[in-house]
């Protein structure tokens, strides 16, 4: 978990200046989301392919799902208005939060449950899959709107 949050310190700081520099937020958003799923696959895939996976998921991790907020928040301010970014922004935060103080027991349940992390990780997976595909659909509605 250090190793991973140490990560999402630069990578919060190295996306948010990426997307910042060409407006590309929900571009950026998109491509958090598809490395957050691959990543997620190599933790599904380490207990057979090694345990080195292990540390290129937590790599990967902290480089991707864990610093998307800093986008995300930049791309609300940049598509809710000036007039609109307070509420907008906290309504993000407060799913998030939700999901940050439910995501973490549920987990947990599910390996005591199971005595196994892969259906925790198949959700987390899920989640990340799902935030692609949310991702892709904001940047396609977008273009178009263009």
Known sequence: AGFSGLVA???RILWARHAEKDATYI????????LS?????????????????????????????????SVGMLAVMAYAGHTR??????????????????GPPAFGWSVDLTDSYAPGLWGVLGVFLIAALLAF???RTTRRAR
């Not at 970014?85 to 439910?102: C, I, K, N, P």
């Open 9 to 11: 310190v630069f990578s």
């Open 27 to 34: 571009r950026s958003l998109t491509q958090i989301a598809l």
């Open 37 to 69: 799923v691959f990543f997620a696959g190599t933790l599904l895939l380490a207990p057979q392919a090694g345990s080195w996976l292990l540390w290129v998921g937590a790599l990967g991790i902290g480089a991707s799902a864990t610093a998307w907020n």
């Open 85 to 102: 970014a307070g509420g907008a922004s906290g309504v993000v935060l407060l799913v998030f939060l939700a999901g940050y103080g439910l």
């Open 137 to 139: 659909t904001w940047n």
